[in-house]
Nanobody, 123 residues
Framework: QFLESGGGLVQPGGSLRLSCATS????????MGWFRQAPGKEREAVSC????????QYADSVKGRATISRDNANNRLYLQLNDLKPEDTAVYYC??????????????????WGRGTQVTVSS
């Protein structure tokens, strides 16, 4: 499994850096992604990154404000979020990507997902 950290309460315009770690997998084996789900809304893909970090993709909603990165040597994935908006409020999850392409498709199996970290953007 994966373990996210770095969420919290932040004011609009603020920044957060989310981290995702695993001790069970070799992170380099997977393309990885960040997903989020707000109350009453469907889960949406935020960003994904190829296994070696050469290709990244972003949802239009975060493009220009988010940066995904990875440190395969230390089995860690990151998501830097800047200029946060109230609509960014959600639980953020990291997940291994089963199919990496124009759409990043995560594994369905919960073993390939973290439990999430809450991000709340509010004044």
């Amino acid at each position: 499994q994966f373990l996210e950290s770095g969420g919290g309460l932040v004011q609009p315009g603020g920044s957060l850096r989310l981290s995702c770690a695993t001790s069970e997998f070799t992170l380099e084996s997977f393309a990885m992604g960040w997903f989020r789900q707000a109350p009453g809304k469907e889960r949406e893909a935020v960003s994904c990154i190829s296994s070696r970090g050469l290709i990244t993709q972003y949802a239009d909603s975060v493009k220009g404000r988010a940066t995904i990165s990875r440190d395969n040597a230390n089995n860690r994935l990151y998501l830097q979020l800047n200029d946060l908006k109230p609509e960014d409020t959600a639980v953020y999850y990291c997940a291994a990507i089963q199919k990496f392409g124009s759409v990043c498709t995560p594994f369905d199996d919960s073993d390939y997902w973290g439990r999430g970290t809450q991000v709340t953007v509010s004044s």
